[in-house]
């Protein structure tokens, strides 16, 4: 019986440690409120963004799009963008993945490099989720990038 209750207390105490382990979301609860208020539409964020990044702030302009921009120590960022899609999602891809069971495209020019994928909005349109970021693929993996654009999810 001596050994039972140390086993017990030691399980609480685990099961306590991994409820307070729980990741914060990549955009605050607060912020995704005030987005979905603002342009409800396009009210998409990120579950996950690159490792050292951290939430840095959001704006709408009168596009309409959401962009939602992250920063690591060194300054360096990666933004999100929620827009209206016409057209062709595939077009201009170099490559194409399928990322968490999500087709995502992925292209780069000289100064930055994108992945993005399309989703069917709330009321019907085609939103076009792209992440970007001027740290080139040798640094920043084109299949990071593209697992943050998967990651894209509604704002409920």
Not at 29 to 53: C, D, E, I, M, N
Not at 69 to 77: G, I, L, M, N, P
Not at 108 to 118: G, V
Request: net charge positive.
């Amino acid at each position: 019986m001596r050994r039972v209750l140390p086993l017990t207390l030691l399980l609480a105490v685990v099961a306590v440690a991994s409820a307070g382990a729980a990741t914060a979301p990549a955009v605050p609860r607060h912020s995704q409120l005030a987005l979905r208020h603002k342009l409800p539409s396009l009210a998409y964020v990120p579950t996950r963004v690159g490792f050292g990044f951290r939430y840095y702030k959001w704006a709408t302009t009168t596009r309409p799009a959401l962009r939602i921009w992250f920063r690591d120590v060194a300054k360096r960022e990666i933004t999100f963008v929620a827009t209206f899609q016409k057209g062709a999602c595939a077009a201009s891809r170099e490559k194409t993945f399928q990322l968490d069971g999500n087709k995502v495209y992925w292209s780069h020019t000289a100064n930055e490099q994108q992945a993005w994928r399309c989703v069917q909005g709330t009321k019907g349109r085609l939103v076009r989720l792209t992440v970007a970021t001027p740290i080139p693929p040798t640094r920043f993996a084109d299949v990071g990038i593209g697992r943050i654009a998967a990651s894209g999810r509604h704002v409920q």
